[in-house]
DNA sequence: CTCTTGATCTTCT
DNA sequence: GAAGATCAAGAGC
C-alpha cells in the first residue's frame, strides 16, 4: 500500500519529544524521508519497522525486563539491542513514557560521512553501507554505548523532510511471529532498503 | 539471481 | 537449551 506522509506534522521543523510521543504507527511512516546523521554520518532513512507493546513480535511484548526497560521510558531515546550475537539494532523508542513501542530503523541512504561509512563497513557499494539494521548501526558507530541515549541531542541529529514522501507499507522482515502486520515502511522506490522493493 | 549455512551471544524457557 | 527485529559467503541455476 502507497500513501504520502505530507500530513506530518512537523515538516521542515525540529523533531520535539511530542513528536515521538504519539502512536509509533504515526510516527514511523513521518521518519520516512527524514536525515538522521550520527557524528556527522548518516542520511535518509528509507526503512523502518513499527513494533508496538501489544505486538507478539516486539521485544517489549511480555513487559519490561532488562534488555528492554529502555522501550518503556520516555519517547525519543535509542533502544539499541544485541542481535544474534553478531550486530547491534537501534530503535526509537515512541509513545507515552511506559508504554513500550519503537521504531526500528532499518535502512539509510548514505548523504553525509560516506567515506567514514565506508571505512567501518570495509565495502564500497553504497546501497550496502546502512541497507539493514545490522549495517546501518556500523556504519554509523552507534552501539550499545548510546543505549538509552536521546536522538533528539548530539551526536545523533534528526530532522523531518521539508516535504512529505511516498511512503510504501508492507510486512516486516526476518520475524517469526505477527507475519500479516503491515508495519514495515519504506521509501516508495528506493533502491537503499535492505531488501528489494516490497510488493505494494 | 536464489537458496543454504555458519558466525556468535544474550535472553528467556 | 533454543531462539532470535542479521549478515556474508558460497553453491547452484
Redesign the pocket.
Known amino acids: 500500500m502507497i500513501e504520502t506522509n505530507s500530513r506530518a506534522p512537523r515538516l521542515g521543523k525540529r523533531l520535539t519529544r511530542e513528536f515521538f510521543a504519539r502512536s509509533v504507527h504515526r510516527v514511523a511512516p513521518e521518519l520516512i524521508g527524514a536525515t538522521m546523521l550520527f557524528e556527522g554520518a548518516g542520511g535518509v532513512i528509507v526503512e523502518v519497522?513499527a513494533?508496538h507493546h501489544t505486538d507478539p513480535?516486539?521485544?517489549?511484548y511480555?513487559g519490561p525486563?532488562?534488555?528492554?526497560l529502555v522501550?518503556f521510558g520516555p519517547p525519543g531515546f535509542a533502544?539499541v539491542?544485541?542481535?544474534?550475537?553478531?550486530?547491534w539494532?537501534a530503535?526509537v523508542v515512541c509513545g507515552a513514557e511506559g508504554v513500550g513501542s519503537?521504531?526500528?530503523l532499518?535502512a539509510v541512504e548514505p548523504t553525509s560521512g560516506i567515506e567514514r561509512m565506508r571505512a567501518r563497513?570495509?565495502?564500497d557499494d553504497a546501497r550496502?553501507l546502512a541497507?539493514?539494521?545490522?549495517?546501518?548501526t556500523?556504519a554509523l558507530g552507534i552501539t550499545d554505548a548510546h543505549h538509552g541515549a536521546e536522538l533528539r541531542r548530539p551526536p545523533f541529529a534528526l530532522s523531518i523532510a521539508e516535504r512529505g514522501v511516498e511512503v510504501v507499507t508492507s510486512t516486516?522482515?526476518?520475524?517469526?511471529?505477527a507475519l500479516e502486520r503491515p508495519w514495515r515502511y519504506t521509501l516508495s522506490g528506493s533502491t537503499f532498503v535492505?531488501r528489494?522493493r516490497p510488493r505494494a
Open positions: 519497522e513494533y513480535a516486539a521485544h517489549s511480555n525486563t532488562p534488555r528492554n522501550m533502544y539491542y544485541r542481535s544474534y550475537g553478531i550486530h539494532c530503535n519503537a521504531v526500528l532499518r563497513r570495509g565495502v550496502l541497507g539493514g539494521p545490522g549495517r546501518l556500523q516486516r522482515i526476518g520475524i517469526s511471529r535492505s528489494p
